[in-house]
């Protein structure tokens, strides 16, 4: 495995830190407080301004849609591996993915737009998503049942005619509260009565469909992420056309493997953006802070902490860089044990960085004054979201195991007289 960044990379690399450098990062305080201003104007749920400038800037840059696979629509699309230090220095700023129109939920459901949807749908909504008109949901997860384990899924998709009729209520449906949400991909049981992974299926449902009703942002330690949002919605008696439905009656598990791998690995790799900005935060501060007569940074204490940081984001980085070349050159399939290690790896990595980083930082690192609050709510969520940490080690075992499964050697039975 060579992890070298090719050319076309090292330039789009370069583009994107000078990118981030004149317009990412000087507007970070710009973006929150825009938030802020339009919270206490009585409407939290308004695009942000500087967003939306941003945009063109970026597609005039050429970086924009960077995430997507080489495909018809995408003729220039990069492998995972070459998303992979992109997509971490985009992570650096909460925002900064959406300004390239490389934010979740779109991304992945951009994916599964191009591999899994008719033409047709593919042109009424891939295409303004591509084009970064509007934005979309993903509502899988229901606040009745143990999501985690997706058979458990109870929102009904049931056939009326040439129509489907969707009843259910979704919850952290994340995206479902901007303005400019148009398109939602339910998931929901087609057949109760099928095979424990046939009864689910996913349908194309346009968001101002009668019978949706979103009934409340959920927060995150108190973040509502205005105006992007984690939504609880209730669907009654809301009617599709039958085309809508993505594959075929049935195929939900297998939609949601291919949708769910390249989500979960842009997580770890914006992830491990936000690991590196927490390190660098946390020895600025070190280096600035003096206590007891000399620099903090002094202290012995930080110098492990430091250096255990690196120790920890190198092998996340070189564990995703695995994934990443795994899943371009063998497939989703193949690289399902490096994606759900991953998976935990990265989170959890950041987590104890960020904490550090608090930690380093006082009572300032608890506050809004830094990012570091803030990250760690999210990273918080990222060991929940497309899978908790206990699914995804169940599966490494499992797969671990069967790599030493003891197979019993053939016997030869004895023949008896009259057989």
Known sequence: MHFDYTDKVQSMRTRLIAFMNEHIYPNESRFF????ENRANGNAWIPTKIVEELKPKAKAAGLWNLFLPHSKRAPEGLSNLEYAPLCEIMGR???AAEVFNCSAPDTGNMETFERYASEELKDQWLEPLLRGEIRSAFLMTEPEVASSDATNIECSIVRDGDEYVLNGRKWWSSGAGDPRCA???VMGKTDPEAGRHQQQSMIVVPSNSAGIKIIRPLTVFGYDDAPHGHMEVTLTDVRVPVGNLLLGEGRGFEIAQGRLGPGRIHHCMRTIGIA??????MCQRLNSRIAFGKPVSAQGVWHERISDS??????ARLLTLKAAYLMDTVGNKVAKSEIAMIKVVAPNMALQIIDWAIQAHGGAGVSDDFPLAYAYANQRTLRLADGPDEVHRVAVAKLELAKHMVVPAEVDMPVTRGS
């Open 310 to 315: 690196r120790c920890l984001i190198e092998q």
């Open 276 to 281: 590196e900005r927490a390190l660098e935060l």
């Open 33 to 36: 407080a825009e938030i802020a």
């Open 183 to 185: 398109v939602y991909i």
């Open 93 to 95: 700023v909460p925002f």
